[in-house]
């Protein structure tokens, strides 16, 4: 079960450091499922080295995986993380959208992101955290972040426990769905809530910017762009960012 054992903390500076720290306890290794959360974070981390504001109010939480899968199959769990946020925010009467690979978004506002990492040992995983960020009771953000909360979006005060469970069934069920069926198995609900689905956008692809449009998922979970030439790129990292369409 996804989010069982339930380690709850007041403070930390990142739950996944927790989560980390906890699977490789020898004394009591977390399981896979087992989850951290806090109510604040001090050093809460987004991807590409950012910073993620962790105030009181909103759902910190990091699940700690033991799936069995080779590390290189490790990266469409951001996805499966992505969907059971998106429909958890949706469920909760925000229309959401995710942004490849990791941004859940409302009204073009960030509302979670998800920072996904993991330990090997020579080629065997060992373990994955998928954290997540969503942003529940927070009504005032710092301009420059762009964001929003479910408090803003539906004008309702959520429990973060509330939204935490529906998190937690969400990533349980796309879990199960990906380890069944591969990516292939999330593409069409990832196709329906993505924020950049046939939209002109911009990446960078071996170290070359790329223009195209948004066309779907490859099977290993990169995002697939189509040139005006009708070629077909996959972006594996990064980010992409919308630009104006073209003449
Ligand atoms: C991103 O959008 O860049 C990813 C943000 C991930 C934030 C979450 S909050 C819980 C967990 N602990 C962290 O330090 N980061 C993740």
Known sequence: ?????????????STNDEAAAWARDPADPAPHGAAVVAVAQQAGRGRQGRAWHSPAGNLYMS??????????????LTLCAGL???????DAGA?????WPNDVLVDGKKIAGVLTEMSTRGAELEYVVVGIGL???ERAFP?????????LATGRELEVDRVREAVCAGLEMWLERYLAGGVPALAGAFSAHSALAGRPVRARVDGALVEGRAVGLRDDGALLLEDAAGCRHAVVAGEVHEREEGP
């Open 95 to 99: 229309p959401a959208s995710i942004k």
């Open 1 to 13: 079960m996804i989010g069982i054992p339930l380690r709850r903390l007041e403070r930390c500076d």
């Open 84 to 90: 059971a946020v998106a429909e958890a925010v949706n």
């Open 143 to 151: 301009p420059e972040l762009a964001a929003t909360s479910l408090a």
């Open 135 to 137: 942003n529940v009771g």
């Open 63 to 76: 699940v700690l995986l033991r799936p069995p899968l080779a590390p290189a199959k490790v990266p469409p």
